[in-house]
Antibody, heavy 119, light 112 residues
């Protein structure tokens, strides 16, 4: 079955960096676009970024553009999110999630990893 | 960015009774390819979101047929024909017609 397992969440200070990872299994990783979506404590969902199946196309939310970078390694079935210049408002659970093939939506989500930005 | 607005934000329902959630987008969700990429997701307490409906009315694999979606253009509805205890949670609409993808604020469904 499809599995997406995020890791790397931590408590960090404002202005620092953190790298999240997502390990995928149970599907042909190199065939799907992958997203990061975040959820601040007690709040709704916010789409963060998407990377295409081949890594050539990337989109970012304005709130993270220029600070976050998404990448993927299809040979290792892994996705990464490099987060720089972190702010308190970046505090959230970060979910890795995959595209449903042949359409635009998200069909499977990981369990999430918590990032807390606080001094 | 496309703004998604859900109503109501809270919906107390009686077991076995229907429930309905509306979602309105700030602009048409019809894509240049002719499809409308409006989805509905369910988030049970303590769980990640789960896809229920995509492209307005297509139920995802394993989703019970008591869930249905309808609508067009800018107005969409999720209906639960007979609410069960396991349906408690927050429901989100999501548009994937245009980047950035955006979500509604969420509607909390709870049992009266």
């Amino acid at each position: 079955q499809v599995q997406l397992v995020e890791s790397g969440g931590s408590v960090v200070q404002p202005g620092t960096s953190l790298r999240l990872s997502c390990a995928a299994s149970g599907f042909t990783f190199g065939s799907n676009g992958i997203h990061w979506v975040r959820q601040a404590p007690g709040k709704g969902l916010e789409w963060v970024t998407m990377i295409s199946w081949d890594g050539r196309i990337k989109f970012y939310a304005d709130s993270v553009k220029g600070r976050f970078t998404v990448s993927r390694d299809n040979s290792r079935n892994t996705l990464s999110l490099q987060m720089n210049s972190l702010r308190p408002e970046d505090t959230a659970v970060y979910y890795c999630a995959k595209d449903l093939a042949m359409t635009y939506t998200i069909d499977y989500w990981g369990q999430g990893t918590l990032v807390t930005v606080s001094s | 960015d496309i703004v998604m607005t859900q109503t109501p934000l809270s919906s107390p329902v009686t077991l076995g009774q229907p429930a309905s959630i509306s979602c309105r987008s700030s602009q048409s969700l019809v894509h240049s390819d002719g499809n409308t990429y409006l989805s509905w997701l369910q988030q049970r307490p303590g769980q990640p979101p789960r896809l229920l409906i995509y492209k307005i009315s297509n139920r995802f694999s394993g989703v019970p047929d008591r869930f249905s979606g309808s609508g067009a253009g800018t107005d969409f509805t999720l209906r639960i024909s007979r609410v069960e205890a396991e349906d408690v949670g927050v429901y989100y609409c999501m548009q994937a017609t245009q980047f950035p993808w955006t979500f509604g604020q969420g509607t909390k469904v709870e049992i009266k």
